[in-house]
């Protein structure tokens, strides 16, 4: 009869357990907030692991991401300890146009966080700078190269006969056409004219003078 009686009072106690359990459940603490892609709750939040009813968790974004027009940045644990949906997105930054670069172009698949756009010269032209930019979460870093126009060296020099002086400027320049001319009662032997190509070459070897 004694044990009987013990076995009633440990069943009766689990069930006042159970429902003391459900009771919390229904009016306590919220577990883990919602999970946000790319962000996660501010710092005020991060080291918690329960929340009381009523809690109002607010959410940033991570680093070179930022919140979409419309989203609602928290979610707030109710009284039946669950969240309110979550409404929030975290889309990559934008760094919009890397820079314009005079006398050639970029190319980049995407201008947002992470990208990479790189920069070329038009023929004729050779980049001084780095090639590339990288979109980070302050912008494009480093800076727009630049574009100079290719050099080539002197024109060769031949033996009885010239070439003509630089047309302008203080170097031959892609594009530059350089002239060859013998001295008298020589003849000239092969091209009149050398042009200097893009990529720093004379186009043709020079001409000879021979005697007539």
């Given at each position: 009869?004694?044990?009987?009686?013990?076995?009633c009072?440990?069943?009766e106690?689990?069930?006042?357990?159970?429902?003391?359990?459900?009771?919390?459940?229904?009016?306590?603490?919220?577990?883990?907030?919602?999970?946000?892609?790319?962000?996660?709750?501010?710092?005020a939040?991060?080291?918690?692991?329960?929340f009381?009813?009523?809690?109002?968790?607010?959410?940033?974004?991570?680093?070179?991401?930022?919140?979409?027009?419309?989203?609602?940045?928290?979610?707030t644990?109710?009284?039946d300890?669950?969240w309110t949906t979550?409404?929030?997105?975290?889309?990559?930054?934008?760094?919009?146009?890397?820079?314009?670069?005079?006398?050639?172009?970029?190319e980049?698949?995407?201008?947002?966080?992470?990208?990479?756009?790189?920069?070329?010269?038009?023929?004729?032209?050779q980049?001084?700078?780095?090639?590339?930019?990288?979109?980070?979460?302050?912008?494009?870093?480093?800076?727009?190269?630049?574009?100079?126009?290719?050099?080539?060296?002197?024109?060769?020099?031949?033996?009885?006969?010239?070439?003509?002086?630089?047309?302008?400027?203080?170097?031959?320049?892609?594009?530059?056409?350089?002239?060859?001319?013998?001295?008298?009662?020589?003849?000239?032997?092969?091209?009149k004219?050398?042009?200097?190509?893009a990529?720093g070459q004379?186009?043709?070897?020079?001409?000879?003078?021979?005697?007539?």
């Open positions: 009869m004694f044990k009987k009686r013990k076995d009072e440990m069943s106690r689990l069930i006042l357990c159970v429902m003391a359990i459900g009771v919390a459940r229904v009016t306590g603490d919220c577990g883990r907030p919602p999970r946000l892609n790319n962000g996660s709750p501010t710092d939040f991060l080291a918690m692991s329960s009381p009813s009523g809690t109002k968790v607010t959410y940033k974004c991570y680093s070179g991401y930022t919140f979409t027009s419309g989203s609602r940045r928290f979610s644990c109710k009284p300890s669950t979550l409404r929030s997105t975290c889309e990559k930054i934008s760094c919009g146009n890397p820079g314009e670069i005079q006398d050639g172009y970029y980049a698949s995407d201008v947002t966080f992470g990208s990479k756009a790189t920069f070329y010269c038009d023929p004729g032209y980049l001084v700078g780095r090639p590339y930019r990288l979109c980070k979460a302050s912008g494009w870093d480093g800076q727009v190269p630049t574009c100079d126009l290719v050099n080539c060296a002197d024109p060769p020099s031949i033996h009885n006969g010239k070439v003509s002086s630089l047309p302008f400027g203080d170097n031959w320049n892609y594009g530059m056409v350089a002239k060859y001319s013998c001295n008298a009662e020589y003849a000239l032997i092969g091209v004219e050398l042009t200097c190509t990529n004379w186009d043709k070897n020079p001409p000879e003078c021979k005697g007539a």
